[in-house]
């Protein structure tokens, strides 16, 4: 199998399928917008071409700060297609925190919306060198990004083409949160993506009459599925805002009135639809799979949905972002009653090999817990600028095989399925995202006010974990509540804002003088 | 015609910002913007609001605009009665 690189798949299917509409952008008042292959491939060739005269070379990085419509997944691929990589970022999280991971990268180019120009501006110039900014007044329907080459004056190149980068080569990079309280990079290979594409190519059968959703961020690894899936196959994809997203109500009538017959997001999405969406109102002649990753999905809730939507086959994905899914498993069609326990991360994907280890890196006996570890051509490369990271990330075996230790303890079951037990670390997965606990208190040091601050997340029956934040200050009058929310939702994404603030005058301490976490989980 | 405000303050305060003395969250605090109301605590805020007032949110009202303070609220729900 020749690997191929990623817009390598698009291109295809301008081939094959020119007329086929390739991405659908529901507006909230008015019929949206869409694209098909054709128009995508001219738009990004253009993009490209553009790119390539304002500097971008192969080896670059070039960031997106766009909120998700057709125009993201143009800058998407007129980037691949100069042979740079990409680096979306969260356009609802603090310009502070996308302009870090820009210099961190230190993106050659930003393609960002008019109104995040000022702030982003003067952030990275607080930090650096400043890149070449690429501004568009709005998104619609990829309109603003065709219409750039006219207004920057580029000559037409004619007869230029799209890069070839090497299998190796990366393709984008996926800031996630870090325990040191920074974001870090997961370095992903054209290799790394194309692998997986084929290997959902190959569980999933689709063709070109389907229609994905498109629900996850695009700085979200759960994106990649959703975009190149149904662009290798010359099917459409319908994006859905990020507003409509967290809404049960709008969502589930999109879900409908679109004839979506692939889903895939997050369990927390689908347990909000499944209680809040109305989903008894419709029909759901389209729908065929239900594809869910990130956390667990509570049993209750899934039945639920099940109940509500009978048709479709459910799949739990597992996998972190260094390795993208890696395990799978499909739920039974009918969930019998009593059973509560989660289902299992399932098995191991064919593009990828896995074990479970010890903390000597020796195989435990089936039944036993350990680490999952995981090697193969979805395996990332490491994590940009830190080598210490990416070394301790992964194990090498005696044959000299890389493999990405995912940190998660699971044991394998008799049917050979793995169970997922829980973390060796301090990371949660919180609606999806994990949040490393770490991140959220270095964010609250930031507060002058803060003496000590320690973070805990404990389970939740409706939220799925509840984050708690015990803090010490420095004076006798503490900050309000409502004054740290803000500072939070200033300083960090939404995700990670904590649910509890507790005053107390010092945090509990271990013997050897360090928080003791512990007795913060048991107290009342 | 205070009671609409007194209402959701207390609510917000019970559920979403437990431990808070009462003076800091006024009128005008910002919700949405300010980090107090993420996307499961509107819903449960809209589910509240639907159920105490006896009306019905349209999902189009369902944003930062007719929710970010007490102020907006209270008018939401006064335009729905």
């Known amino acids: 199998m020749a690997t191929v690189a990623l817009h390598e798949l698009l291109d295809r299917s301008a081939r094959d399928y020119p007329d086929n509409v390739a991405i659908e952008e529901p507006a909230a008042h008015e019929a949206g917008r869409e694209i098909t292959y054709a128009q995508l491939s001219a738009f990004t060739d253009r993009l490209r071409d553009l790119l390539r005269e304002i500097g971008v070379r192969p080896g670059d990085r070039v960031g997106i700060y766009l909120r998700k419509s057709i125009d993201a997944v143009v800058s998407i691929f ?17 310009t502070a925190r996308n302009a870090y991971i820009l210099n961190n990268c230190s993106v050659r180019v930003v393609i960002l919306e008019r109104r995040f120009e000022s702030q982003l501006r003067a952030e990275l110039q607080a930090l650096g060198p400043l890149p070449s900014l690429l501004v568009l007044e709005g998104t619609v329907g990829g309109v603003p990004l065709g219409a750039a080459p006219d207004r920057e004056a580029v000559p037409r190149t004619a007869g230029s083409v799209s890069a070839s980068p090497a299998p190796d080569d990366l393709a984008y990079i996926l800031y996630t949160s870090g325990s040191t309280g920074k974001p870090k990079g997961v370095m992903l290979s054209h290799r790394n993506a194309v692998s997986y594409v084929e290997w959902c190519s190959e569980t999933f059968q689709p063709s070109a009459t389907d229609r994905f959703s498109s629900h996850a961020p695009f700085h979200f690894d759960l994106s990649i599925l959703d975009i190149y899936v149904p662009l290798k196959h010359g099917a459409t994809l319908v994006l859905i805002a990020e507003d409509v997203g967290k809404d049960p109500v709008r969502l589930g009538a999109l879900i409908a009135e679109r004839r979506l017959s692939v889903w895939y997001s997050a369990p927390s999405i689908l347990s909000l639809l499944t209680q809040y969406g109305g989903l008894d109102k419709y029909d759901w002649p389209a729908l065929r799979l239900v594809l869910f990753a990130g ?84 395996v990332m490369s490491g994590y940009w600028n830190l080598p210490g990271p990416t070394a301790d990330a992964f194990r090498l075996d005696e044959s000299g095989d890389r493999w990405y230790r995912t940190g998660d303890i699971v044991r394998e079951d008799v049917d050979g399925n793995y169970v997922f037990i829980g973390r060796r670390d301090r990371m949660v997965k919180r609606r999806g995202y994990r949040v490393e606990l770490g991140e959220i208190e270095s964010g609250l040091y930031r507060h002058a006010a803060i003496k000590e601050a320690a973070v805990i997340a404990l389970p939740d029956e ?20 409502v004054e740290l929310k803000r500072f939070c939702a200033e300083n960090l994404p939404q995700y990670m804002i904590p649910d509890l603030f507790v005053f107390v005058d010092a945090l509990p301490k271990t013997s050897t003088d360090k928080i003791d976490y512990q007795q913060l989980k048991v107290a009342p | ?53 006896g009306i019905t949110v349209q999902a189009h009202d369902v944003d930062v605009e007719h929710l970010d303070t007490i102020v907006d609220i209270a008018k939401l729900v006064r335009s729905r009665m």
Do not use: W
Not at chain 1, 78 to 94: E, M, R
Not at chain 1, 313 to 326: A, D, I, K, Q, S
Not at chain 1, 342 to 355: A, E, Q, Y
């Open chain 1, 295 to 378: 956390e667990v999905f509570p049993v209750k809730h899934l039945r639920a949905l099940q109940e509500l939507l009978p048709k479709p086959r459910y799949f739990n994905l597992y996998g972190p972002t260094e390795t993208n899914v890696c395990t799978f498993y499909e739920v039974p069609a009918k969930i019998p009653p009593p059973r509560t326990e989660p289902f299992p991360i399932g098995r191991p994907c064919s593009h990828l090999r896995t074990k479970v280890v010890d903390s000597d890196g020796g195989l435990v006996f089936r039944g036993e817990e350990g680490e999952l570890c995981v090697a193969g051509s979805g």
């Open chain 2, 1 to 53: 015609m205070d009671h609409i405000e007194d209402a959701v303050q207390t609510y917000i305060l019970k559920e979403f910002l437990p431990g808070e003395d009462p003076a800091e969250l006024t009128d005008s605090t910002p919700l949405v913007t300010g980090g107090i109301l993420d996307s499961l605590a509107t819903l449960k805020l809209v589910a509240f609001l639907e159920d105490r007032f």
């Open chain 1, 78 to 94: 007129g980037i691949l297609k100069t042979g740079a990589c990409y680096v979306p970022v969260d356009p609802t999280a603090p």
């Open chain 1, 462 to 481: 409706e939220a799925g974990v509840r984050v708690t934040a015990f803090l010490s200050c420095r004076d006798v009058k503490r900050p309000s509540i």
